[in-house]
């Protein structure tokens, strides 16, 4: 594990920095509506700084995930917002890349780069969250390709969605993994409904999406008939890759909000304020160095390592952990309403992090048993 920038990396990470200071405007990005995400995102892609691993071939810059590392750190320090289209850059694309015709690929990664296709992931149902085999969105074959029927639940950024990646079933095969498959839905096709879900922090970012009878042509398939869980697991494995670093790099910029917010209060010198803060500092730099060996495992072997369970885990609690104090500490002081909102909303929204993208209980399961060699819990 290295824990200096090659030149190279270093290189990049000055002119990124600059970069940042001489385009991102002054104010809180987190405030930004949809249209300024979007024209954030095109200055990005123009700067070279979306698909930054991606492969040249796709309009990539080919670079290691070490790149991809520095772009996080240096994006969370700065307080830049997120591209638009995350799912389908870090994501879809990759699916894509590995697994998707030369055709698809032609037709969206382009335009996933530049942020004029969004993509949204479609896995999730009410009786299949956790339980993702348990799909029920049924595929039937159809003179036209197939038609698509069933309930999606919980997709983040459907509501701006171009495309979907939908996991259906098209067999109701004796193994449930084997017949599943994942189209690439048009969003505009007929009979697809998104309705937008309100979450506790007021945000309105993830939906349901229902389908009632919609055609999708054949080559909507991505991968194999029947093969859709590969594609499936591809898409997840792309989710826990690079994203640790920027979990990481995140909580560390918040960490630094949480200080400053502790100094403004004048809370300072509580002790027990201090220890606290002194143990997520300890916990965020944990949390860095394991970021910093699961990447390394990715370089070294393409597939991210258990150390991005353990991350997500960690990663989520010490979030929730952090908003806590920050509102404990603002609570019933007057003057403070600016920071109050700020932290109450990352308060609220830190309750989904052990939530999405694998639960805490899932995740202590995967550690138990393949990191530990535990045998299966019935
Ligand atoms: C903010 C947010 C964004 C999301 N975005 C997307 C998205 O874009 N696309 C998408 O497809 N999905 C998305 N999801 C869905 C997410 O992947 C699921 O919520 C998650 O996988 C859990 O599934 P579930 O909600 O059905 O809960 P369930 O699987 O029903 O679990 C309920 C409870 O039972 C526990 N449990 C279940 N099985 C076990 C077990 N075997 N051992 C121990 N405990 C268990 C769980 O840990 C949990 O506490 C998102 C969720 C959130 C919160």
Redesign the pocket.
């Given at each position: 594990m290295r824990l200096v920038d090659t030149d190279d990396e270093a290189a990049f990470r000055a002119t990124l920095r600059q970069w940042l200071r001489d385009n991102l405007p002054a104010g809180v990005p987190h405030s930004w509506d949809t249209e300024q995400r979007r024209a954030w995102s095109r200055r990005l892609h123009t700067a070279g700084y979306a698909g930054i691993t991606w492969p040249r071939e796709h309009g990539g810059r080919g670079l290691s995930p070490s790149y991809q590392a520095v772009y996080a750190e240096e994006s969370a320090l700065a307080g830049a917002p997120d591209h638009v289209n995350v799912?389908g850059i870090g994501m879809v694309g990759p699916t894509l890349i590995r697994l998707g015709s030369p055709e698809q690929q032609q037709a969206f990664l382009p335009r996933i780069l530049s942020g004029e296709v969004i993509f949204?992931?479609?896995?999730?149902?009410?009786?299949?969250?956790?339980?993702?085999a348990s799909v029920r969105t049924l595929a039937r074959r159809h003179p036209d390709g197939w038609v698509l029927d069933g309930e999606?639940?919980?997709?983040?950024?459907?509501h701006l969605a171009d495309y979907c990646l939908l996991?259906a079933r098209t067999d109701e095969a004796p193994t449930r993994h084997r017949g599943l498959t994942c189209f690439l839905l048009d969003m505009r096709a007929p009979g697809v409904q998104v309705r937008p879900l309100r979450?506790m922090s007021g945000d309105t970012?993830?939906n349901q999406i229902l389908l009632d009878s919609v055609v999708v042509p054949a080559d909507a398939v991505l991968g194999e008939v029947g093969a859709g869980w590969r594609v499936a697991m591809t898409t997840l494995a792309h989710e826990r890759g690079t994203f640790g670093i920027t979990l990481t790099s995140r909580l560390a910029a918040e960490l630094g909000r949480l200080v400053e917010t502790v100094r403004a209060v004048g809370a300072s010198d509580c002790p027990i304020v201090r220890r606290e803060i002194a143990q997520l500092h300890i916990e965020v730099q944990a949390l860095r160095y394991t970021g910093y060996r699961a990447l390394t495992a990715l370089e070294r072997t393409g597939t991210p390592g258990p150390e991005s369970s353990v991350l997500k885990l960690r990663w989520s609690l010490a979030n929730q952990r952090l908003a806590t104090l920050a509102v404990r500490v603002l609570d019933g002081r007057p003057g403070t309403d600016d920071w109050y909102g700020y932290w109450r909303r990352q308060l609220l929204r830190s309750r989904?992090n052990t939530?999405?993208?694998?639960?805490?209980?899932?995740l202590?399961?995967i550690v138990a048993e393949r990191v530990l060699g535990l045998p299966r819990?019935h």
């Open positions: 799912i949204s992931q479609g896995f999730s149902e009410p009786d299949a969250g956790s339980d993702l999606k639940v919980w997709s983040s950024y459907a996991l979450q970012d993830f989904t939530i999405e993208g694998g639960t805490s209980e899932i202590r399961g819990s």
